[in-house]
């Protein structure tokens, strides 16, 4: 999952539409990977009631770590010449994303399996990653 949030968050970095349109695109794709979560994990409709607020909430926390990372990054490559303990700041939050996003994931893991069985927590994992490859596969061509 933290391969298909990181590379929604590349993806929309590097598209050069209009911000309307990055964002309308955005909303589209999130809509897609939750139907296709909800499809392939099998929620019913009282799961998905519980379960996507939470997924959504864990989704945005991600983000943010992410962009805030990303945005110290791009303030010091800014800067003409940035300290020594501005590029340390800056590498040490790139650096911390993925044990920050891993933290976040197990904080919601443990909420998540107070909604799901197993078998649908299994499923879950699956299904992100199909969705990363789908998405992968896209990009290429």
């Known amino acids: ?7 929604l968050l590349i993806v929309l970095a590097t598209l050069s539409a209009s911000a309307q349109d990055r964002s309308k695109w955005a909303n ?23 379960f996507m607020p939470l997924y959504e909430a864990m989704e945005r926390e991600i ?19 940035p300290s020594d303990s501005e590029y340390a700041q800056a590498a040490e939050a790139l650096s911390r994303i993925k044990v920050r996003e891993g933290e976040i994931e197990a904080k919601y893991f443990e909420k998540f399996s107070k909604i799901l069985s197993k078998r649908q927590l299994f499923l879950l994992k699956q299904a992100e990653n199909k969705f990363t490859r789908k998405m ?3 990009r290429k061509k």
């Open 1 to 7: 999952m933290k391969k298909s949030i990181a590379f």
């Open 28 to 50: 589209e794709m999130l809509d897609a990977k939750h139907k296709m979560l909800i499809e392939e994990v099998g929620l019913t409709p009282t799961q998905q009631e519980q």
């Open 63 to 81: 983000y943010t770590t992410n962009r805030d990372a990303r945005s110290l990054a791009a303030s010091v490559e800014k800067k003409k010449a």
């Open 136 to 138: 992968l596969k896209g």
